[in-house]
């Protein structure tokens, strides 16, 4: 049974000072909680790639009376822990643990953002941690490829890079210059979060999260960066020693403010998502090119993204770009089913069932839609829209968005060989990407 969309006594927002924002989302939690502090700026932000990064983990290295060790204990004994993280357009702490602990565990959080231990010890504790990551992220060709898709998306721009920035980046940057991001964060526009049974209990700790921050900022910061346009139409080769491939394929899909994008969404949810639907099936099942198919459909204001990630054989390489072709094109020349469309259809509304990981994710997407300039109330009334769809306008969003309806990025992971197979077989111009640029 399809269940029913989220109810707006569930979810409500109210104005804080400075044109910040609390967003609360109440919902079966079991006593748990969740206060998350986002703010409007991240990585787009960087006049030195990785700044932002740098500034949201050396958080993470304690405080002045706390090391990094005490830090911890503190958070350990209380059941609570905390997730620091700086994207392309945002940055967010997020703090959880059963209620009764969320205050003193915020506490904590808010000490480590006024006294931080970012001295040089930290600082070059960071750096090689991340250097250590950035290796371990390429030794494979699925996390090679993964890490070069975005340069090959978005070349030259601060998002285009991994967010931690590169070996060639950091060794830029300064321990004054990841303060200066610091305070450029904290500046930002900010949004708090507070998930649980009943969120208004937690509202007093999280409007004193925002007191503390504003106290840091009393700037005010840039709005968050607006989705570039994708630059479709190349391949980017990756030479790897190793007998299994990586490969990303990357499509348009319209942004989230486009009249198409539901019917892309739940067009999207038939055609990839699940063991069933068409695309895993011809790849995984009937062609046997790859055990792992994830296909994600990532939205942005002004343009999305619907991305493929397969890791066949690497003599195998070549065939995925026409089995993905043949596939789409079978796909749009046959009808739908009402009952592949239903259990698709039931697959995305299922979000919105009840339990603890819904209340945090409807939570995170109320965030994120106000970030996207979607109201609160889309969240309720998506679903209603999604229901209404007709397989009609299903397959009118098919025409103009999909792996056949327009120019594709990809990035392929391989031996040589295989990498001249995949540029034969693509179509598509390709270049030779140097692993070095991304690590």
């Known amino acids: 049974m399809t269940p029913s969309p989220t109810s707006s006594a569930d979810l409500t927002t109210q104005p804080l000072a400075d044109g910040d924002e609390l967003v609360l989302s109440s919902g079966p939690a079991f006593g748990a909680a969740t206060v998350v502090l986002t703010l409007g700026d991240g990585a787009a932000g960087d006049d030195h790639a990785g700044a932002s990064s740098l500034a949201m983990q050396l958080l993470d290295r304690g405080t002045g009376s706390h090391d990094r060790r005490a830090f911890y204990d503190a958070l350990e004994l209380l059941g609570a822990s905390v997730h620091l993280r700086a994207g392309r357009g945002t940055s967010s702490i997020e703090v959880r643990g059963l209620e009764a602990v969320l205050p003193e565990a ?13 001295d040089e010890d930290e600082w070059d504790a960071v750096l090689d941690e991340l250097a250590d990551d950035a290796e371990r992220a390429i030794e494979d060709p699925s996390g090679a490829v993964g890490q070069a898709l975005a340069p090959c998306l978005w070349p030259g721009r601060a998002w285009g890079r991994p967010v931690d920035g590169t070996q060639a980046t950091r060794a830029e940057l300064e321990l004054d210059d990841v303060r200066a991001a610091r305070a450029r964060l904290f500046g930002a526009q900010a949004r708090i979060g507070v998930s649980g049974d009943d969120a208004t209990r937690l509202t007093e700790v999280a409007l004193r999260w925002h007191d503390a921050l504003r106290s840091l900022s009393p700037a005010r910061g840039v709005e968050p960066p607006k989705t570039p346009s994708a630059r479709f139409g190349a391949l980017a080769t990756i030479e790897m020693d190793d007998p299994q491939a990586g490969m990303s394929i990357a499509w348009s899909a319209p942004g989230v403010h486009d009249d198409a994008w539901p019917a892309v969404a739940l067009h999207h949810a038939v055609y990839a998502g699940g063991f069933t639907s068409p695309l895993v099936r011809r790849i995984r099942a009937e062609a046997g090119l790859s055990y792992d198919v994830i296909s994600d459909l990532i939205g942005g204001r002004e343009a999305s993204l619907q991305v493929l990630e397969i890791s066949p054989e690497a003599t195998e390489v070549g065939r995925v770009f026409d089995e993905v072709a043949a596939c789409w094109a079978a796909f749009v020349d046959r009808a739908l089913t009402p009952d592949e469309v239903e259990t698709a259809r039931e697959r995305l509304l299922g ?15 109320a965030i994120n839609q106000r970030w996207l300039g979607r109201p609160v109330e889309a969240l309720t009334t998506l679903p209603e829209r999604i229901r209404a769809l007709t397989i009609a306008e299903l397959e009118a969003a098919a025409t103009r968005w999909g792996p056949g309806a327009g120019p594709c990025t990809a990035v392929v992971a391989a031996p040589g060989d295989a990498l001249a197979d995949a540029a034969r077989a ?14």
């Not at 979000?351 to 997407?365: C, D, K, N």
């Not at 693509?426 to 690590?439: C, N, Q």
């Open 106 to 118: 915020v506490d904590l959080v808010i000490e480590a953002m006024r006294d931080p231990a970012d």
């Open 426 to 439: 693509s179509g598509l111009d390709a270049h030779a990407f140097d692993l070095d640029t991304i690590v």
């Open 351 to 365: 979000s919105h069932a009840i339990g603890l990981e819904t209340v945090r994710q409807r939570l995170r997407a």
